[in-house]
């Protein structure tokens, strides 16, 4: 697990510090550029723990319910929360990025697919179902908040 210094910086270089941190982020201009800096620059296990992360707060907002989402990412109830008590916060980050996020048409298709994945393997005994048996079992486990 990451730990901070128990030495604090001074405020002016905390500050400065962070604003080129920030500007860092916002010169990456490609989705490749960013892969690369995170390929580099984070552990696997925080590869994965954003990604989840941030796929929590995409399904919240297309309606589905925490044992579902901690089902489908197998993740815990107590991850979902978290990341739900943020994004019921309405906090802007969260929100900026799912917005941006659910407009991309290769977005539609992830979250379609992932439903698809996630009942068909989820209903016992059936190895294929119906799409139309998909989208009906999709409709009836969403919980809008």
């Not at 979902?80 to 916060?89: D, G, I, M, P, S």
């Not at 917005?99 to 298709?109: G, I, P, V």
């Not at 979250?111 to 799409?131: I, N």
């Amino acid at each position: 697990m990451s730990q901070v210094s128990k030495r604090k910086l001074l405020p002016d270089i905390e500050k400065r510090l962070f604003e080129n941190f920030w500007e860092m982020f916002a010169d990456i201009k490609s989705a490749k550029e960013i892969k690369a800096f995170f390929e580099d620059f984070l552990s696997a296990t925080e590869k994965v723990m954003l990604a989840k992360r941030m796929t929590i707060a995409i399904l919240f907002s297309q309606g589905y319910d925490h044992r579902s989402i901690s089902s489908i990412l197998k993740v815990s109830t107590t991850t979902v929360n978290n990341a739900a008590k943020y994004l019921q916060a309405k906090t802007p980050g969260y929100q900026l990025l799912v917005k941006k996020y659910l407009q991309k048409e290769s977005t539609k298709e992830f979250l379609e697919d992932l439903a698809k994945t996630f009942y068909r393997f989820s209903s016992p005994g059936k190895v294929f179902m119906e799409e139309d048996a998909i989208r009906a079992k999709l409709r009836h486990r969403k919980k809008v908040f």
